[in-house]
């Protein structure tokens, strides 16, 4: 398949190289341990799903066991001088010609399958049934060459209908030699089919250590405390290097000073939060301020329900500011109504193209008017 190096690609978040060019998975030993049985033992399933949260190695993880399977010889049963050791890991070294041919997009035993582009160049919003057609060429090429195929899908959550169908029907009857790869942010929007026929690799939120390693292997600039970015990001490395990025670390700070300004709420800040969401060409940074709203609203919800704030703390004095502004169960439950409310109030807003300022200021006035209360 070919590279078109010019357009973004659906598979790669902005700032952070493609998962094909990362080297190590940090925090998933378990993970790779399941996978490494199950291909030692010769209980090697012919699809595996692996989900968890945006942005924690997922597409890594697939990646790295798309070059241990293409670069890695069936298990033999002992010959004349015994069979060779069973392999100790997943790793694959750079120098392997399948490692080569991986990152040159020209290995023949591979297809990834993401959002292609339409007809007018603009990257399509699901993964049609065309992009799954497309592997009934791929296994009809590759079967003459007998060795193993592999089949990424990233993310089979963006199939729309006649591609899940098209995928299930490959699902129940499996090419010979073929292990296909689901990445899946979302479970619940699968076929309940296609997921009784996978085996899951389940990956959860990465420590603030890991994610530390796995940033700095990205090339990221780390703050000056990784901590804070860590929770912000709740564990995702893709959620913080957006949030690098786009300063979202400086962003929430913002938030929770208007917060702690509250109930006597400093209007100023609050305007000067509001011509950031209306900015020119502030679309990302608008979309990120809504989500960072959110995170505020969630984390005192948190505190009030369980008597203490979020640890580690995703802002500079972020624990007093939660534990005055929700001090008790009751108060918890007020600001989960308001998640409530405000989630449903942008997507409304968004879709009708409500100003992002009058958006902003909104939510901001119904946050002060929850912590009157």
């Not at 709740?234 to 509250?262: F, N």
Request: net charge negative; with cysteine; glycine share 6%.
């Amino acid at each position: 398949m070919s590279d078109k190096d010019d357009l973004p690609r659906a598979d790669q978040a902005d700032g952070a190289p493609h998962p094909r060019e990362t080297d190590r998975l940090f925090g998933h030993a378990a993970a790779e341990a399941a996978f490494l049985e199950a291909f030692t033992s010769e209980r090697l399933h012919h699809a595996w799903l692996i989900m968890g949260p945006r942005g924690v190695g997922k597409a890594t993880l697939a990646w790295r066991i798309a070059r241990f399977l293409l670069a890695t010889p069936p298990m033999e049963d002992d010959g004349l001088f015994g069979a060779p050791p069973p392999p100790a890991s997943l790793e694959i070294g750079a120098d392997h010609p399948v490692s080569h041919r991986i990152q040159a997009l020209a290995e023949p035993g591979l297809a990834a399958i993401t959002r292609s582009y339409n007809d007018k160049g603009r990257l399509r919003d699901q993964i049609v049934v065309d992009d799954i057609r497309v592997l009934n060429k791929f296994f009809g090429l590759s079967s003459a060459e007998g060795g193993h195929r592999v089949v990424i899908v990233d993310s089979a959550d963006e199939m729309n209908v006649n591609a899940a169908n098209a995928l299930l029907k490959m699902l129940e009857e499996p090419p010979a030699r073929t292990t296909l790869l689901l990445i899946s942010h979302q479970p619940s929007r699968l076929l309940p089919t296609i997921r009784s026929r996978c085996r899951t690799l389940r990956l959860g939120q990465l420590s603030p250590a890991d994610m530390q390693a796995a940033l700095t292997q990205a090339g990221a600039e780390l703050p000056p405390d990784p901590t804070h970015l860590s929770a912000l990001a709740a564990g995702s490395v893709g959620a913080a290097m957006r949030l690098l990025s786009l300063e979202g670390g400086k962003l929430y700070s913002e938030l929770l000073a208007i917060a702690d300004s509250m109930p006597r709420l400093d209007r100023q800040r609050a305007m000067a939060l509001a011509e950031k969401a209306a900015a020119r060409n502030a679309g990302e940074r608008f979309e990120l301020m809504l989500t960072l709203i959110d995170v505020l609203l969630v984390r005192l919800a948190r505190t009030g329900a369980t008597g203490q704030p979020p640890a580690p703390e995703a802002a500079a004095n972020e624990g007093a500011i939660l534990s005055r502004l929700s001090p008790d169960p009751h108060k918890a439950r007020a600001w989960a109504d308001l998640a409530a409310t405000v989630t449903e109030r942008t997507r409304h807003g968004q879709a009708v193209n409500l100003d992002p300022a009058a958006l902003v200021l909104d939510t901001v006035f119904k946050m002060q008017d929850t912590a009157s209360r």
